[in-house]
């Protein structure tokens, strides 16, 4: 897939997802085959003031390239400012959230909001494309519902302004995460434009990968909530694609070594209380495949520490 001046390796990236795709989750999923990542939505206001959270939100490593920054806004030069920090910041590509379906964005005009005026999200895209020379990509729903489908006016008003690629996340903004994607909208809206059009939504295996590629005859699939605990699911759809056969499930003891990895990243970037407090929910999504998922769980709120909880992977996730 070719994003403006960037060739990205193959159709299989990671969707952005608020509170998951920090720098050591993007690490370990770029490890296991992801070819484009992604930040999760932060706020360009934030961006363009270079709020002290925002950088943080911002910060990425040099193996993770190509890698975009998402941000999300109503000004056009209040987003190209934050576009020019994004591009600072090292990123290859700056992503346009229009998607976001959380009250308090929708209320003030923003994220998914912006859906029903194609013409605003496209000067806010051609003031974006003029402040940066990395490439704009947008991130989109349906529509504002399923009465009121506005992706692909709003698609073609972006490529006008010089987009490079756009993402369709194949639900409503009322639907928010609930349901299944209707992934023949994405084929259309294939149909619709000439940019590079990439799609998510309701993809939880290699074999949905593969097909929602096939399906819909787009350039590129985002994997979301399919590849929290299963990082290996980028890899395999890659190997389903190109030769028809994925590798194996992997043991008991490989998810472990893949959330030690990921727990430890999280440690070294968070510190040790934040980390410990997201311990619960990120290794509960690796501890779900293995038999002793149940003690595992119990097990967790007594962790304290890196150690304690290095020698509770050990003792569940055994092969
Ligand atoms: C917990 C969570 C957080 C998300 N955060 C963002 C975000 O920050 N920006 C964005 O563009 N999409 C976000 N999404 C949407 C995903 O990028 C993706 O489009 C969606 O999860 C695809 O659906 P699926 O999970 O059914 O595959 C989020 C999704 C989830 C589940």
């Known amino acids: 897939m070719q994003l403006g001046r960037l060739r990205i390796s193959h159709p299989f990236a990671l969707a952005p997802m608020e509170e998951h795709t920090n720098p050591p989750f993007r690490q370990l999923m770029r490890q296991f085959g992801a070819g484009l990542l992604c930040t999760e939505r932060i706020d360009g206001s934030d961006v363009a003031k270079r709020d ?86 947008l991130k989109i729903r349906t529509g504002p519902d399923e009465t009121n489908e506005t992706c692909l006016d709003v698609a073609r008003a972006a490529e006008q302004a010089g987009a490079a690629a756009v993402d369709l996340h194949a639900r409503s903004v009322r639907q928010a995460y609930v349901g299944e994607a209707d992934w023949p909208t994405v084929a259309r809206l294939k149909q619709a434009v000439s940019i590079p059009v990439l799609g998510s939504g309701s993809v939880r295996s290699p074999a949905d990968a593969v097909r929602f590629l096939r399906e819909t005859g787009a350039d590129g699939v985002a994997i979301g909530r399919g590849c929290l605990g299963r990082p290996w699911i980028f890899k395999q759809s890659r190997e389903l694609w190109q030769t028809g056969v994925a590798s194996h499930e992997p043991s008991p003891a490989e998810r472990g070594r893949a959330l030690r990895q990921l727990i430890e990243g999280e440690f070294r970037y968070y510190g040790a209380p934040v980390a410990l407090r997201r311990l619960a929910r990120t290794s509960c999504y690796f501890a779900k495949f293995v038999p002793e998922f149940e003690s595992f769980k119990k097990s967790i709120h007594e962790v304290r520490d890196l150690a304690a909880f290095r020698r509770l992977v050990t003792e569940h996730f055994r092969s």
């Open 52 to 137: 002290r959270r925002a950088m943080r939100l911002l910060e990425t490593a040099p193996g993770e390239s190509p890698c975009a920054g998402q941000i999300s806004g109503i000004d056009p030069a209040e987003l190209a400012e934050a576009a020019r920090v994004v591009e600072e910041r090292g990123f290859a590509i700056v992503d346009l959230n229009f998607e976001c379906p959380i009250r308090r964005l929708v209320e003030r005009g923003e994220g998914g909001a912006l859906l029903s005026d194609p013409a605003a999200i496209g000067r806010i895209v051609a003031a974006v494309v003029r402040a940066v020379s990395v490439p704009v990509t």
